[in-house]
């Protein structure tokens, strides 16, 4: 079993930066995968980016566009998603979530559906 908590939502002006948490425990290690999914009012869930829990490697969905950033602490059992240059169409709610024991490159695994585990969500919202 793994939990998830994310934290550090909030509402955020145009341009600007917010970092959400994601807090794991329970067994969290070795070919695991957490990604970042976010969903707006009336949209399908979409995937942000993952991370490999072991080894770091990260993969990013298109519109990124190098403005987020995924990182892992894994003494604290947390996953980072740092998210600069914000606009309002990043407003959604954002989740983190747990695959485990992957098999194949973490660019494989951008469905939620893939997905194992999942936290509660943090509402990101930037005004415009």
């Known amino acids: 079993q793994v939990q998830l908590v994310e934290s550090g939502g909030g509402l955020v002006q145009a341009g600007g930066s917010l970092r959400l948490s994601c807090a794991a425990s329970?067994?969290?290690?070795?070919?695991?995968?957490l990604g970042w999914f976010r969903q707006a009012p009336g949209k399908e869930r979409e995937f942000v980016g993952n991370?490999?829990?072991?080894?770091?490697?990260?993969y990013y969905a298109d519109f990124v566009e190098g403005r987020f950033a995924i990182s892992r602490d894994n003494a604290k059992n947390t996953v980072y998603l740092q998210m600069n240059s914000l606009k309002p169409e990043d407003t959604a709610v954002y989740y983190c979530?747990?695959?485990?024991?992957?098999?194949?490159?973490?660019?494989?695994?951008?469905?939620?559906?893939?997905?194992?585990?999942w936290g509660q969500g943090t509402q990101v919202t930037v005004s415009s």
């Open positions: 979530a747990v695959v485990k024991s992957v098999d194949y490159s973490i660019t494989y695994y951008t469905r939620g559906a893939q997905y194992n585990y």
């Open positions: 329970g067994s969290t290690f070795s070919r695991n995968v």
């Open positions: 991370i490999r829990w072991d080894a770091g490697y990260v």
